[in-house]
């Protein structure tokens, strides 16, 4: 049996277009502590549906103290330094190289930011007590794995459709979208639009030729 790892909830705060976001969604994650920031970065932008990863991201560890002894500060970032060209190395770490178990243990809240120019802004909190993988997933994965979730993910540039442009009108449904066999018919159809509406309708159930 595997009880080494952690339970880690991870709710979207807002952040580009979508602004503040309520309710918000979440994933929980099962994660190793030996895992990098940098793989748990990952894990999370899967689970929040980014499929943009030309950004930077950054992890928020507060009330850190400096190695050196003596100063304190508010917040530890853990980052890409590889992509950094001038950084305070009291205040920085390499999220390729450092381990979270290096900086964060059982009940702690430590924040997330995917794309520090539109904030996606993540709050993390680890469980008060390890999780056994092989118990709550059925299996031990090799990284990070969300295993319970909630709430509608936003696109990150807001774009409701293929083709959305900010002016174009929200397109009408196809009328079949499933033209091979075996498909039950559905019974409800949901429009969304974030922020302003969702509408869930009933559909005619097919009638059979015969009735």
Known sequence: MTH????????????????ELWPRPGRIFAVNPRHTFHVFAEAIDDAFARWDRS??????????ASPAGGDHYDDLYVTELKYLEDYEPDRY???????????LGLGDEFGYVFDLGDNWRHRCVIGDGPLDPETALGIVPARPLAYWGWGYIPDPYGRLFDGDDGEAPIPAPPGDDWPWTGR?????????CPGQYTHTLSLPADVDDDD
């Not at 080494?4 to 602004?19: H, P």
């Not at 770490?93 to 900086?103: G, S």
Request: hydrophobic share 40%.
């Open 4 to 19: 080494s790892w952690w339970s880690v909830r991870v709710e979207l705060l807002g952040g580009g277009q979508a602004g």
């Open 93 to 103: 770490r390499d999220a390729d190289h450092v381990r979270l178990e290096a900086l």
């Open 55 to 64: 950004h930077l991201h950054e992890f928020t560890v507060p009330a850190a």
């Open 184 to 192: 039950p018919a559905p019974t409800v159809r949901t429009d969304h």
